[in-house]
C-alpha cells in the first residue's frame, strides 16, 4: 500500500505509486494553487479598481474545479489520515494544520492591522481574530479544513469507504443547496468539500485510470462537459439546484487530473509539477505578497489604466506571487515554526 510524506498541505510523493501517477498529481497540485493564487489577485486588484469582468467571469467558472481539485489530490497524498492510532494522526496530520492555521493567521492579521496595505475580508483587532481561529473567513480556512478532515478520516476509518463517500456527497448536496447551511461560508465550504477529500484518499485507483486513460479525445471530452456544466451553474446562478455544484466539483477534478497526465506525458518537465512540490510556501504567502504588489501599484499607476494592461494585471501579478513564493520556500524553512511546528511538539 502506498504510503505519504508527512506535509501539512499534503504535498509531497506517494511512495511505491509509479512515476507518472506521481507527476500528474503534482502537476494536478500546482494547478490548483495556481488557480487559487489568480482568484485572489482578481479580487485585491478589484477591490483596488483595476476589476476587468473577463478575469471574474473565468475565475467564477474554475470556482467548481479549483478547490475540489485542491482537496482531491491532498486527500490523495494523504493516506495516514485513516491509518494508525489516533495518536499518529493528531501529531503528523492535525497538528500541522492547525498550528500553520492559527500562527499564519496571527501573522496574516499583524500584517493587515498596519493599514498601509489593500484589505480583502481581513480579521482586524484581537475580538476578529480569536473568532476566526474558529470560524474563519480568510483564505486560511484551506489549512483549517485539512485539520477537520484527517479528524474526520480517522474517526470513520471502521465505515466503508463507499458509504463514507456516499454520506459526505450527501452533506455536499444539501449545504451547496443551503439545506444544512451554518451561516459561515467557510464551515460551508468544509461541509461541502469533504467528499472530494475522501474521493482522493479513497479513490486513488479511479484517479490514477483517468490519469492513465487521458488521451486528448477523453480530456477534451470532459473540459467540455465541465465548461458546460460550469457554464451554465455560473450564468443561469444555478449554485442553489441540489446536486449541481458537486456535479461541476467531480467534472471539473476529472478533467483536470486527465489534462495534468496529458500535460505530464507531452511535457514531462512542466513548471507545475515543481509548483506542486512547493505549494505550501505560495499558499502561506500569497495574499501578503498580492496584497502588497497591489498597494504599490496604485501608488504607481492609477486605476483608470489602459484595457489592454488592466488585461494583463492578474496574469502577471499571480505569476510574480507564485513565483516569489516558491523562491520564499527556503528562507521560510530557516525559521523554526513557519511551515511546520516545532520539532518538540510533534516528538512521540
Known amino acids: 500500500m502506498a504510503t505519504s510524506e508527512t506535509t501539512p498541505d499534503g504535498a509531497g510523493v506517494v511512495a511505491g505509486a509509479p512515476a507518472q501517477r506521481l507527476g500528474w498529481a503534482d502537476a494536478a497540485k500546482g494547478a490548483a494553487i495556481a488557480l487559487v493564487v489568480l482568484t485572489h489577485a482578481t479580487m485585491f486588484l478589484q477591490e483596488a479598481g483595476y476589476a476587468t469582468a473577463p478575469w471574474q ?7 467548481g474545479a479549483r478547490m475540489p481539485l485542491f482537496f482531491a489530490v491532498s486527500g490523495l497524498f494523504a493516506s495516514s489520515a485513516s491509518r494508525g492510532s489516533w495518536r499518529g494522526v493528531l501529531l503528523r496530520r492535525v497538528l500541522p494544520s492547525a498550528w500553520l492555521f492559527c500562527l499564519w493567521l496571527v501573522l496574516t492579521t ?4 498596519t493599514g498601509a496595505w489593500v484589505e480583502a475580508g481581513q480579521p482586524a483587532g484581537a475580538g476578529e481574530l480569536a473568532v476566526a481561529l474558529v470560524r474563519p473567513h480568510t483564505e486560511l480556512w484551506y489549512l483549517y479544513a485539512l485539520a477537520v478532515y484527517a479528524l474526520v478520516a480517522r474517526a470513520l476509518r471502521p465505515v466503508p469507504p463507499g458509504v463514507q463517500l456516499a454520506a459526505a456527497a450527501a452533506l455536499s448536496v444539501t449545504t451547496s443547496a443551503g439545506l444544512t447551511a451554518t451561516g459561515s461560508w467557510a464551515w460551508d465550504d468544509v461541509a461541502a468539500h469533504l467528499v ?15 490519469a492513465e486513460r487521458s488521451g486528448p479525445g477523453r480530456t477534451a471530452a470532459l473540459l467540455a462537459a465541465f465548461a458546460v456544466v460550469g457554464g451554465a451553474v455560473g450564468l443561469l446562478d444555478l449554485h442553489l439546484v441540489p446536486g449541481l455544484p458537486l456535479l461541476r466539483g467531480a467534472l471539473g477534478v476529472l478533467a ?10 507531452r511535457w514531462p518537465r512542466t513548471p507545475l509539477r515543481a509548483l506542486g512540490r ?15 504588489l497591489t498597494t504599490v501599484l496604485e501608488v504607481l499607476a492609477p486605476p483608470a489604466l489602459p484595457l489592454p494592461v488592466r488585461l494583463v494585471l492578474p496574469a502577471v501579478v499571480t505569476a510574480v506571487v507564485v513565483l516569489a513564493g516558491v523562491a520564499a520556500r527556503r528562507p521560510l524553512a530557516r525559521v523554526p515554526g513557519l511551515l511546520a511546528p516545532p520539532a518538540a511538539l510533534t516528538a512521540r
Not at 467571469?57 to 470556482?63: G, Q
Open 196 to 210: 472530494f477529500f475522501l474521493a482522493g484518499l479513497h479513490g486513488r485507483r479511479v484517479l490514477a485510470s483517468v
Open 278 to 292: 512547493a505549494t505550501l510556501p505560495v499558499y502561506l504567502t500569497h495574499v501578503l505578497l498580492i496584497a502588497a
Open 110 to 113: 499583524a500584517f493587515f492591522a
Open 57 to 63: 467571469s473565468l475565475n467564477n467558472l474554475l470556482a
Open 256 to 265: 483536470a487530473v486527465a489534462a495534468c497526465a496529458l500535460l505530464v506525458r
